[in-house]
């Protein structure tokens, strides 16, 4: 995994931990005692680091934050630490990715020269912890500290190009970053530039007596530590340690931040987000699928949603046709689609040539026979059975046999779907999230007759789009939108029973996700409610009429200014929700007529039990169904999708934080306070025998 060459008086010590040169306990047992080597060689003047297969290093491996370290064990920190003491001259050739660890390897050494192409990132905080080997210690003394911590709060993956002209590189070049590094060594003559006999550096027009106040303001602009901003608030502190300790001393604070955070409960979680989304694709019988290629794809509807769906073709390289009959929806959805690129031009993430190109990838027609040769077809039309039927019958009359069905349906039968079609193995569901070509999460559903071939192919599509594919069984509303059903069901009988919607909201919030249910329901359109209410009137419909009195009055949300908020254009350009007690009122007034008893001191906590465990409990309904393969996916779609604050790890993982055998007690609780509807999920009652 390690391999050492020397060149004249230049040792060159190649990271070769395939698949991203991961600095794991076992590779930096191996990586020590050559470091330690080429030292103690006298006719060694100067040490290369590079790494193999056109990648530096992704960082840390994270399998090894599960082990628990023994004084033998051998991390980065033992690896830098030998640097740090050297004598000799180091330097760091990077091409391709230096993440985390491997970047802290980089701020050890003297110099640092990297490819055109090669990023640099700290990515920590977004696992809840900080640089650990380092990183907060010396970056702050090669850029100023407020850059410092923008780079390691914000993350980035910093280009090269930028890098050096931070001056956190010393060169870039096109290609021979080790030839480049060889001259660059020649060139220091011995000189050594160690980052830790440097001073921290303040913001230009900041003096020292100022340092409490930059801190205090940059706690101040991070969440609270209860809000998921603990790991920021401990890199603040480890960052102004560079500035107030010497660097030995500050070396040791932020070890003693970053073991911290390691056992943290939100470091905990987002570790499971980030695993759990990594096994999403082990699905039995998958890895014998054949995907077939997908060189050509096709979108049936032109409204929002299926522009989105064109644009993710686009962005992946797939030219699309889109079947919209209505010249004046063609229009409008071009427009979003140039004006979608333009924008990202002015932002800096496009060429004016990669967008112009994505945007003429994508052609409209009013004819189903333009998509004849295409190997996926997704429809996005209405959600109607009858509707997305004759849909599909007309698609698989004209699309080449071999190509793949799907449905973009958020709650519709698969099988009855497929049923339409002589192709029942290759119909699907591929449910995007609006708005599609930014929303991460894709639900691949399978129908009693999806082939193992179709599955691969969609999820093989969905990491093309950079999507994150979970695949769901077929039941009304799958995973996220079954579950989303009981969630608001709670959320309308705590209105009904005499609770404003923005406590409700407030609460939910407090909890962490972006918005409450009452917001989501106005963002995503009272009238989709509405529809969902009528095909399955026993889901989240409530008991009252205020549904049905919303849509008779029209207010069916941010798209007419009124829902259960108003909404002001002047304020927060018409997004922000605005209270209205009339709504209020017509919770009592429908709530009297239905003869609801009102409760309107629950507490906070209260609203989030609710609202939370009928989540907890809907999901472990899915998973004795089988409808979700595991508790982690179902995190998944909710972290994704709905706004589950992910450092609460999804609401699965919640359950197993706050104990299944608490859970299953609250939900025994409120049947016997609430009624039948919470029934709890036989797995919730095994997990309590098993507490």
């Known amino acids: 995994m390690i391999s050492s060459k020397d060149s004249n008086d230049i040792r060159v010590i190649t990271l070769d931990n395939p698949p991203v040169n991961a600095l794991s306990f076992a590779l930096c047992a191996e990586l020590l005692p050559v470091v330690e080597a080429a030292e103690k060689d006298d006719a060694v003047k100067a040490v290369i680091f590079t790494g193999a297969n056109g990648i530096f290093s992704g960082g840390a491996d994270v399998n090894d934050f599960t082990t628990e370290p023994t004084p033998e064990t051998k991390t980065i920190r033992d690896v830098i630490a030998a640097v740090e003491r050297g004598t000799k001259v180091f330097i760091a050739a990077i091409d391709g990715n230096a993440l985390g660890g491997a970047f802290e390897l980089s701020l050890a050494c ?100 100022a340092l409490p106040f930059v801190v205090s303001q940059a706690h101040k602009m991070v969440p609270p530590e209860e809000s998921g901003g603990f790991a920021a608030h401990k890199l603040i502190d480890a960052v102004e340690a560079a500035v107030t300790l010497p660097f030995a001393y500050g070396l040791a604070r932020e070890s003693r931040l970053f073991d911290e955070l390691v056992r943290s409960k939100p470091s905990l979680a987002l570790r499971h987000v980030f695993f759990a989304e990594r096994t999403l694709n082990k699905i039995p019988g998958l890895a014998q699928a054949q995907a077939r290629t997908v060189a050509k794809g096709g979108v049936v509807g032109g409204g929002t949603m299926g522009t989105g769906i064109a644009i993710c073709f686009a962005d992946a390289g797939i030219p699309v046709t889109v079947v919209e009959p209505i010249d004046e929806q063609v229009e409008r959805a071009k427009q979003m689609i140039f004006g979608m690129y333009a924008h990202q031009v002015q932002r ?62 958020s709650t519709l039968d698969i099988d009855e779907i497929a049923a339409a079609t002589k192709r029942s193995s290759q119909v699907l569901g591929m449910h995007f999230f609006a708005p599609a070509n930014i929303m991460k999460l894709l639900e691949v559903v399978r129908g009693s007759a999806t ?62 996700f972006p918005m409450g249910p009452f917001a989501m329901f106005d963002l995503s359109g009272i009238d989709v409610a509405w529809h969902i209410a009528q095909a399955r009137p026993d889901l989240g419909a409530g008991r009252t009429k205020v549904l049905q009195r919303l849509v008779e009055m029209k207010r069916f949300g941010q798209k007419t200014g009124a829902g259960y908020y108003r909404y002001d254009k002047n304020v927060g350009g018409g997004r922000e929700p605005i209270r209205d007690e009339t709504i209020e009122a017509l919770f009592a007034q429908e709530a009297q007529s239905a003869g609801i008893a009102q409760h309107p001191n629950v507490s906070d906590e209260e609203v989030v039990r609710r609202c939370v465990y009928a989540l907890i409990n809907a999901g472990a309904a899915l998973l004795e169904e089988g409808i979700a393969l595991r508790p982690g996916d179902i995190d998944i779609v909710w972290v994704y999708g709905y706004g589950f604050p992910p450092y609460r790890g999804g609401p699965m993982w919640y359950a197993d934080d706050i104990g299944a055998k608490n859970v299953y007690e609250s939900i025994v609780r409120f049947r016997k306070e609430l009624g039948d509807r919470w029934e709890p999920a036989k797995l919730l009652q095994q997990e309590l025998v098993h507490a």
Do not use: H
Not at 350 to 375: M, P
Not at 454 to 465: C, H, L, Q, Y
């Open 110 to 209: 003297d110099y640092r020269v990297a490819t055109r192409g090669s990023r640099l990132s700290f990515p920590e905080i977004q696992l809840g912890l900080i640089p650990g080997a380092g990183g907060t210690q010396r970056l702050p003394r090669l850029v100023d500290v407020q850059e410092a911590l923008q780079v390691m709060l914000k993350a980035p993956r910093v280009p090269a190009e930028e890098a050096l002209t931070k001056g956190i590189l010393d060169e870039v070049v096109d290609g021979g970053v080790v030839e480049a590094a060889k001259a660059l060594a020649q060139r220091s003559e011995g000189v050594k530039r160690r980052l830790s006999e440097r001073r921290a550096i303040l913001p230009k027009g900041v003096v020292p007596q």
């Open 348 to 409: 800096g993430r496009l060429t004016q040539e990669e967008a112009w190109k994505r945007g003429q990838s994508v052609e409209f027609t009013a004819e189903y026979g333009e998509l004849a040769d295409c190997d996926l077809v997704v429809e996005a039309v209405f959600e109607s059975m009858d509707v997305k039927r004759d849909v599909f019958a007309k698609l698989d009359a004209v699309v080449k046999p071999s190509a793949m069905l799907a449905t973009n349906t």
């Open 451 to 512: 082939s193992l071939d179709a599955i691969g192919t969609a999820f093989a599509v969905g990491k093309s789009m950079r999507k994150v594919s979970v695949l769901s069984g077929n039941a009304f509303g799958f995973i996220g939108n079954r579950m989303l059903l009981d969630y608001v069901r709670e959320a309308l009988y705590m209105a009904e029973e005499g609770l404003p919607p923005y406590r409700i909201d407030a609460a939910m919030k407090s909890f962490g």
